[in-house]
């Protein structure tokens, strides 16, 4: 029976945290690559202009207090500090987080940086953000809707909260999956998962289920002639939402 209950105790343990320990420690040993722009993150350092002049066109983030779930490396995050944020940066992986404190001494940039994750945060600061992003995240964690959750309740009333992710169909399979990880080797093979990834009807759905309101919805795509990226309205593959928790 203490058996029993040590293991009940474990997988509620695992639910609360709401994290996949493969993908902890998958991330762990890229973790010194983060900011190597032509490691497996390359995609991530040449998307980040798009993901965030779309974010800052939006809310202008300019002395606002903004929250980067999921920050890894802190890539996003640093970049809205030189926008006139004051960032915080949350991720349960303390290999990234701490690549991300190392380079902010280079850097220069301001952003406070925790091993919490969204749902802690959430109960201990509800509603303290002007805005929240979670940028690639969702598709690698065990109960994406929960992080939904806590994202809107971090986020103050009239706040922002902004997701990117994945969709799930057969074109995401062949370009997000065969196409980005085994054919033009963009990301390491391995990095995810078909079966974990998103519609956007889930997403919004979610996010209404969480009293978000979703504004726009714009799709990311990949030339992989010109080795550029761009935002278009085909969300069959990346795309990003945008949500609004009302007053």
């Keep these: 029976m203490a058996s029993k209950d040590r293991a009940s105790q474990k ?5 609360s945290l709401n994290a996949d320990q493969a993908e902890l420690q998958k991330f762990a040993e890229l973790a010194h690559k983060w900011w190597d722009v032509n490691s497996e993150f390359k995609p991530l350092h040449e998307i980040n202009p798009l993901r965030l002049n779309w974010i800052n066109d939006l809310v202008d983030l300019k002395g606002k207090r903004v929250l980067d779930v999921g920050c890894g490396g802190g890539i996003l995050s640093e970049s809205m500090h030189f926008k006139g944020a004051k960032v915080t940066g949350i991720d349960l992986g303390e290999k990234a987080l701490n690549v991300a404190k190392l380079h902010q001494l280079e850097s220069g940039a301001d952003v406070d940086y925790q091993c919490v994750s969204a749902e802690q945060l959430a ?3 509800p509603a303290s953000f002007d805005v929240v992003t979670c940028m690639e995240m969702l598709e690698h964690v065990p109960d994406p809707a929960a992080i939904v959750a806590a994202c809107a309740k971090l986020v103050k009333p009239n706040g922002s ?20 990880e085994y054919v033009l080797n963009l990301l390491a093979k391995g990095t995810h998962d078909y079966a974990k990834f998103i519609k956007p009807s889930e997403l919004s759905s979610w996010a209404r289920h969480a009293k978000l309101d979703v504004m726009s919805l714009r799709g990311m795509s990949y030339h992989p002639f010109k080795q550029t990226y761009r935002l278009s309205d085909d969300v069959a593959v990346n795309y990003l939402m945008h949500t609004a928790l009302p007053a």
Aim: glycine residues 4%; without cysteine.
């Design 11 to 15: 997988t509620a343990d695992q639910v």
């Design 123 to 125: 109960a201990l600061e």
């Design 161 to 180: 909260v902004f997701f990117s992710t994945i969709n799930r169909n057969p074109k995401a399979y062949l370009l997000a999956v065969i196409g980005a």
